[in-house]
């Protein structure tokens, strides 16, 4: 059985764990059960992002993502600046490793093809 591709992304706003799910689709987040955030302009955020390739760009397809929640106020939601940063930011991280890294691209696609056919 083929196993996801997944590790830590360094990126320019801190590290996040990936989970390539499909050749096409990302999950980027920070697990808060072990205190992981990302800083954006002096702000630490948990962060959950599916990022999906589209038109050959990596981009959310949801307007909420990345999801974000403040870890020093949790009734504070982050602002559209913030939710933009983390989005291009993460894209382009993820964007320049994947290029660095193709086999994650056929790893992931395989695994979508493999289960697809079981």
């Keep these: 059985m083929i196993e996801s591709p997944r590790g830590i992304l360094e990126t320019p706003l801190g590290p996040v764990h990936f989970t390539m799910t499909e050749a096409t689709h990302v999950y ?21 992002y599916h990022c999906h390739l589209v038109d ?20 504070k939601e982050a602002s559209l600046p913030a939710r933009n940063t983390a989005r291009e930011a993460l894209a382009k991280a993820w964007a320049d490793y994947l290029a660095a890294h193709p086999g994650l691209g056929v790893r992931a696609h395989a695994l979508h093809t493999d289960s697809a056919a079981s």
């Excluded at 808060?32 to 962060?47: K, M, Q």
């Design 56 to 75: 050959g760009q990596w981009a959310a397809k949801d307007y909420n993502n990345p999801y974000l929640s403040r870890k020093d106020c949790f009734n």
């Design 28 to 48: 980027l987040h920070t697990e808060s059960r072990n205190d992981e955030v990302i800083t954006i302009r002096g702000i630490p955020y948990h962060v959950s």
